[in-house]
């Protein structure tokens, strides 16, 4: 079957500029994470949806970074006024159960802020 | 907060030498453990994870580890690499019992030489 997709598979962005980050997670999950790979940092936790339920923000890293998934389904990822250390590869994870399920990454938007 | 510490960010070896990649994590509960792995140019994918019950555990590709609790370590293991091996390998953990979230170490790049 599908996996997740995301799009686009790369970015270029000018410092200052907004950027949309999308992801679709696997048909009938109902969580879906973001993550960030930075060089050097490992995988950063975002923010985390399931269902309906208010998503958990814990992890994004400033108020420019913002999410929302419509109906229950794609989510995207909104940075506004980008700055140069937001240069990353963003992946979106999805599972059909919020805990202990193994969680299915999508293959990553790679973000370039010049 | 837990954290996940890989003790080695390059390693290389030769064809059919043994691999052991260490993993230790900071947290005082229960744990569920994953490894996942990244082959150049594809997605994260899960290697093998431990939930609970039998501390080996044996994953794809002839991969395996040893939870151990009081070392809190959750190390990989293959007795004979092989060339398409070469990946970047990534241990994480989230505290099951309800959490959703996983913490990465920053990985380890594994370089098998014919």
């Known amino acids: 079957g599908a996996g997740v997709s995301q799009s686009p598979s790369n970015k270029v962005t000018e410092k200052g500029k907004d950027v949309e980050l999308r992801c679709d997670p696997i048909?009938?999950?109902?969580?879906l994470y973001w993550y960030r790979q930075s060089l050097g940092q490992g995988l950063e936790f975002l923010i985390y949806?399931?269902?309906?339920?208010?998503?958990?923000k814990s992890g994004l890293p400033s108020d420019r970074f913002s999410a929302e998934r419509t109906g229950g389904s794609v989510s995207t990822l909104t940075i506004q006024r980008t700055q140069q250390e937001d240069s990353a590869v963003y992946l979106c994870?999805?599972?059909?159960?919020?805990?202990?399920?193994?969680?299915?990454f999508g293959p990553g938007t790679r973000l370039l802020v010049l | 907060a837990q954290s996940v510490s890989q003790h080695n960010h390059h390693v290389i070896l030769s064809e059919a030498a043994s691999l052991e990649l260490g993993c230790n994590y900071s947290y005082g509960g229960t744990v569920n453990l994953f490894w996942y792995v990244q082959y150049p140019g594809q997605h994260l994918q899960l290697l093998l994870k431990?939930?609970?019950?039998?501390?080996l555990v044996k994953g794809i590709k002839g991969f395996e580890a040893e939870f151990i609790k009081s070392k809190f370590s959750f190390n990989l293991r293959k007795p004979s690499v092989q060339w398409s091996d070469t990946a970047e390998y990534f241990c994480?953990?989230?505290?099951?019992?309800?959490?959703?979230?996983?913490?990465f170490g920053k990985g380890t790049k594994l370089s098998v030489i014919p």
């Open positions: 994870a999805s599972s059909p159960r919020r805990t202990q399920e193994t969680q299915y």
């Open positions: 431990y939930f609970s019950g039998d501390p």
């Open positions: 048909s009938g999950h109902t969580a």
């Open positions: 949806f399931q269902g309906n339920s208010a998503p958990d």
């Open positions: 994480a953990v989230n505290p099951g019992a309800g959490s959703y979230q996983l913490t």
